[in-house]
C-alpha cells in the first residue's frame, strides 16, 4: 500500500481520491461558524484593551475601533491557517487544511491574502460567489482558485490508498 505525499496530491485527478474532498464543503461551513464565534471573542478582548488605551492616549487610540473587526481576524488567519497546521482552530476541529497546489503549507502573507479576498468577494459580489463550490472539480472556492489552494480533510493526508 501506499500513501499519497502531500506534494503530490494536486497532479492527479481529484476523482482518483475522492477521500480527500469527502465532506469539505459542510466542514467548512461549520469550522467558518466557528471560527467567527472566535473572532468575535478576541475583537470584544481586543476592543477592552483599546478602550483603555485610549483612555490614556486622551482618545486618540480609540481611532483603532474603526479598524478592530479586520485587524483581528487578518492577524486571526495569519498565525493559524498561516501556522504550522494550515487550518484555524475551526478547520481543525473538522479535520480540513489548506494545502497550497505544489503541496506545501501556506504561509502567513499567503493566508492574509485568503482571507481578504474572502471578504471581498463576498462583500462585494454577494454571498452567492460561495456557489463556485458547486461547479468546482475538487470543492474550491472563488478564493482558493485566487491563491492556488485547496482544502482538504487532513485524515486523508496520510491515508493509504
Known amino acids: 500500500m501506499s ?17 480527500l474532498f469527502e465532506g469539505v464543503r459542510t466542514k467548512r461551513i461549520f469550522a467558518f461558524l466557528i ?8 475583537t470584544f478582548l481586543a ?13 486618540l487610540g480609540w481611532l483603532a475601533y474603526a ?8 492577524l486571526y488567519s495569519a498565525f493559524t491557517l498561516g501556522g504550522p497546521y494550515s487550518a ?8 480540513v487544511e489548506l494545502r497550497l497546489f505544489d503541496g506545501s503549507r501556506p504561509t502567513p502573507l499567503i493566508a492574509i491574502a485568503h482571507v481578504v479576498v474572502f471578504w471581498v ?29 485547496v482544502v482538504v480533510n487532513s485524515a486523508a493526508l496520510s491515508r493509504p490508498y
Open 3 to 19: 500513501t499519497i505525499e502531500p506534494n503530490a496530491l494536486y497532479d492527479r485527478d481529484p476523482l482518483e481520491h475522492m477521500a
Open 35 to 42: 471560527d467567527v464565534v472566535a473572532i468575535a471573542i478576541l
Open 47 to 59: 476592543g477592552i484593551a483599546v478602550f483603555f488605551l485610549g483612555i490614556f492616549t486622551l482618545g
Open 67 to 74: 479598524f478592530l473587526w479586520q485587524g483581528v481576524a487578518i
Open 88 to 95: 484555524t482552530p475551526g478547520m481543525r476541529a473538522f479535520g
Open 121 to 149: 468577494s463576498v462583500t462585494m459580489v454577494t454571498p452567492l460567489i460561495l456557489l463556485v463550490s458547486l461547479f468546482s472539480d475538487k470543492k474550491r472556492l472563488l478564493h482558493d482558485i485566487i491563491v492556488g489552494g
